[in-house]
């Protein structure tokens, strides 16, 4: 009798603390945000909760905006505010009903109906909760459904892909850095690049010529450079700087982010800014469990 129950003890609490990587990136904290949005319209059109169909149909929006606002100040002001861009499973659910909480309280302030009464003004805000949950709680599930069967999918083409291999096939591939006349100006392979520093219309690349660091300034954009190493080992990690993850040989939290130093450049140290750190923690765990 116990050892099933101590198994799913077991198994609830590694589901509780697995990392929930999906809501690291804007594009999908904006999908979950328009996500709900939809689903909430759809449900107000059809089930009227909340009293709603005694406002008359052009509120209907009010209600749309209102929750709309409040998560993207969440997702984009509060989290950044407090540096809470990772989540384990857990922490996420506690993000939302939170969120919840606060969406009930924003619903009940703004569109709720004047009680005479303690008793009934809670009976009302419980009921907008109640609401609430159905509105954004529900999504939240799809949600969390959806992305965590695209990383399973991902991760069963990359395997299927790559095999065995440590890293991907386009480490071997040429990276072409193109002056201003749109002319190849240099050639290397992704594997030889140490790292890059920006400023204003410029890049400087550190990379191998056989064992010698060599370096090479060249007039361009970093934006163009980052669309050029997109899905390889070279990550953005601040906004005057990327680095070849597989190069680096430590690196030092900071109040702000952290502090890395390089293979083969042991006297320069690089910074990973608070808006990528994230992003570096994330790509770091990957290569850890290869």
């Not at 945000?33 to 059109?45: E, N, R, T, W």
């Not at 969390?144 to 096939?169: C, H, I, Q, V």
Request: proline share 3%; charged share 20%; net charge positive.
């Amino acid at each position: 009798m116990l050892k099933p129950l101590v198994q799913l003890t077991k198994s609830i609490s590694k589901t509780l603390n697995q990392d929930v990587p999906f809501l690291l990136v804007a594009k999908d904290r904006l999908f979950l945000i328009g996500f709900v949005a939809l689903y909430s319209l759809i449900f107000i059109l059809v089930y009227s909760p909340f009293n709603i169909d005694q406002w008359g149909s052009d509120h209907y929006f009010d209600y749309i905006f209102a929750g709309t606002t409040v998560l993207l100040v969440s997702q984009f002001g509060l989290r950044p505010l407090f540096n809470f861009y990772r989540f384990k499973m857990y922490s996420l659910l506690l993000w939302c009903l939170i969120e919840i909480l606060v969406l009930a309280c924003i619903f009940y302030l703004l569109f709720g109906p004047e009680y005479p009464n303690l008793k009934e003004k809670i009976n009302e805000y419980f009921l907008t909760l109640q609401y609430t949950g159905l509105v954004a709680g529900i999504p939240y599930a799809f949600f969390l459904w959806y992305m965590t069967l695209r990383r399973k999918m991902t991760s069963l083409k990359e395997s299927s892909n790559d095999g065995n291999a440590e890293f991907a096939p386009r480490e071997n591939k040429l990276l072409t850095i193109n002056g201003e006349n749109g002319k190849v100006t240099l050639a290397i392979r992704h594997h030889q690049l140490l790292y890059v520093k920006s400023a204003s219309n410029y890049i400087e690349l550190f990379y191998l010529k056989g064992e010698k660091l060599t370096k090479e300034l060249i007039r361009g954009s970093s934006k163009e450079f980052e669309g050029k190493v997109l899905g390889s080992d070279i990550l953005r990690i601040h906004r005057s700087y990327f680095i070849n993850i597989r190069y680096v040989s430590s690196f030092k939290k900071t109040r702000k982010g952290y502090a890395l130093t390089i293979n083969h450049v042991p006297n320069e140290t690089i910074p990973v800014s608070t808006s990528y750190k994230h992003i570096f923690e994330e790509i770091l765990e990957q290569k850890l469990h290869h």
